[in-house]
């Protein structure tokens, strides 16, 4: 397999395990990338050098075979989150697709969550596990995902030692071997307080028949050593069903989005929001303005005096229509 195989590989992989897309949504990936590396290569031009005329050119030469505008949509957001993958994994320094419009289709806004559906998986983390200790690593790991919006390749290998001495400050290692620091909420820190102790408990039992300690936060007795991102995401719709929450509307993703979203719903900076979500352009961030462009029309409305004045009149003119 080239380098530049392992490119789409990886980035399908990461859709499938991070993402939770379904097989028909990686399959149809798989196609329009393996069209537009083609092309590229055709033209001898591979995926690290092509540029924004290339992938323009290249969506000219698909119109001009045809294809339907839904299909010609599907293919760049197919190559748009292909060089997002590209960028965020450090293995491109740009991304050549993301000022490209595509033919008419609106762009797809994050699935996310209520707040009132957030704490129904978090009380169902609480509530669903047979044990006690899988109830308080369920719950950690739901409460950290919530407080820090961690993407879940970041959470399932958290270092035991990064969550020692009940740290106001979580440090994180995104992609890339970037590092950042992100802080706990109080429900986040007592989960892990709990969390720690069942944990050190087992890990000592375990120690004390002869194997070695885990260093990470989350182990398992898998190859990884930890769990993993298939693990938590079977995790996740299990506790959906529980909570009596839609098991399509919840993956990982979806409560990495309600971090964010709901953040900004309550005032927090576009740019802090980049910085907790380890986004490397804040471009990739700017997709959750949706949710700050609501706020700022319910703020006008509520606040801008001739919005009151308008709502003082129609109050006058319905008391009056009443007498």
């Known amino acids: 397999m080239s380098s530049e195989q392992h490119w789409i590989s990886s980035f399908l992989e990461a859709q499938a395990a991070e993402l939770g897309a379904a097989q028909n949504t990686i399959a149809a990936y798989d196609r329009d990338l393996t069209d537009f590396h083609a092309w590229l290569s055709g033209k001898a031009i591979s995926l690290a050098a092509a540029g924004q005329n290339d992938v323009e050119a290249y969506l000219v030469w698909c119109d001009a075979q045809g294809l339907a505008k839904s299909t010609r949509a599907r293919r760049l957001s197919a190559i748009k989150q292909l060089y997002r993958f590209a960028f965020e994994e450090r293995l491109r320094e740009d991304n050549p697709a993301i ?40 719950t950690c790991l739901m409460e950290l995902l919530y407080a820090t919006g961690m993407r879940v390749s970041e959470l399932v290998s958290l270092p035991v030692a990064a969550a020692r001495g009940d740290p106001r400050m979580l440090l994180i290692r995104g992609k890339g071997g970037k590092e950042r620091l992100v802080p706990l909420s109080p429900p986040a820190r007592e989960a892990l307080t709990e969390w720690l102790e069942l944990r050190d408990t087992a890990e000592d039992a375990a120690r004390a028949k002869g194997f070695a300690p885990s260093p990470y936060l989350f182990p398992s007795s898998g190859k990884l050593g930890y769990l993993t991102r298939h693990r938590f995401y079977m995790l996740i719709k299990e506790l959906s069903v529980y909570a009596g929450v839609s098991p399509a509307k919840v993956t990982p993703h979806t409560l990495r989005h309600a971090f964010a979203t709901h953040l900004l719903a309550n005032g927090a900076d576009l740019r802090a929001i980049q910085t907790l979500l380890g986004h490397a352009d804040v471009a990739t961030t700017e997709i959750y303005t949706h949710v700050l462009e609501e706020r700022l029309k319910e703020l006008v409305l509520e606040h801008h005096p001739l919005a009151k004045a308008d709502r003082r009149n129609l109050d006058g003119k319905t008391s009056s229509d009443g007498q």
């Open 99 to 138: 000022r490209i419009k595509g033919p008419g289709r609106d762009q797809r806004l994050p699935k996310t969550l209520s707040e009132a559906e957030v704490d129904r998986l978090l009380d169902a983390a609480r509530q669903s596990a047979r044990s006690a200790k899988d109830r308080s690593r369920n």
